[in-house]
């Protein structure tokens, strides 16, 4: 198979348009393990685990201050997460536990991984620096929610790019990319927070179906159906 065919997003499994660091990244190293896992004839929910582990272990190393392990882990479970989906809608597995898991992905294990600052900053006696870090999150949950029911009126210059910035795209800032580069937890809070606020200000029309809170709604009640 040719690269250019490899990477065509034009096909039925694949989300288009997607988020940016999705389309830009993420997606460059999950199309191809989608076509390995499958060949492999490894199961959507099993991948799904596996990042689930990932990120809880991320949590966990962000506690013990440990910046780089955590976002290298955090990473594999962003990619991760760009697979399991994919692959569910290739190989038809699309299952009821597949739903949740990716529930428990998509909000609990990052809101996790969000928590583990604020307790990381407590536990070494900055509690300063933990409220400080508890409101960054507050802060940036209630853009997740806001900008989310916006789009912006002019279409991105990326091809298969949905939005400049969404949810996918503060996480990774917040717990992969900026604790990296930065070794602290706060930066990573404050960009993505100015980036939502550029965001959801500058240019935008209200789309009703896109609210954020209305699709962790739906989740919650497809969640706990038996």
């Known amino acids: 198979m040719k690269l250019r065919e490899l990477f065509d997003r034009n096909k039925p499994w694949i989300k288009n348009p997607d988020a940016l660091i999705t389309v ?8 191809p393990l989608v076509y390995i896992f499958e060949k492999l004839g490894i199961h959507p929910n099993i991948v799904s685990i596996v990042g689930i582990i990932f990120g809880l272990l991320g949590s966990w190393q962000f506690v013990n201050g440990n910046f780089t392990a955590g976002s290298l882990l955090f990473l594999l479970w962003f990619i991760l997460d760009c697979v399991d989906g994919k692959l569910a809608r290739k190989t038809n597995k699309k299952t009821k536990l597949g739903e949740r898991l990716d529930f428990v992905g998509g909000h609990i294990v990052t809101n996790f991984g969000y928590l583990s600052f604020v307790v990381f900053y407590f536990l070494n006696g900055n509690i300063y620096l933990s409220l400080f870090t508890f409101l960054l999150i507050v802060y940036h949950h209630f ?24 949810p996918f795209d503060s996480g990774s800032i917040i717990l992969a ?12 809070l404050l960009i993505s927070n100015l980036l939502y606020t550029l965001h959801t200000f500058l240019g935008k029309e209200k789309v009703e179906n896109a ?12 969640f706990f159906e038996v």
């Open 143 to 166: 853009f997740v929610v806001y900008s989310t029911t916006y789009r912006l009126k002019y279409k991105p210059i990326i091809r298969n790019v949905g939005s400049y910035f969404g």
């Open 177 to 188: 990319i900026c604790p990296l580069i930065f070794k602290n937890y706060w930066a990573g």
């Open 211 to 222: 609210s954020s809170l209305k699709n962790f709604k739906a989740m919650m009640r497809r």
């Open 24 to 31: 830009l990244f993420y997606d460059k190293i999950a199309i």
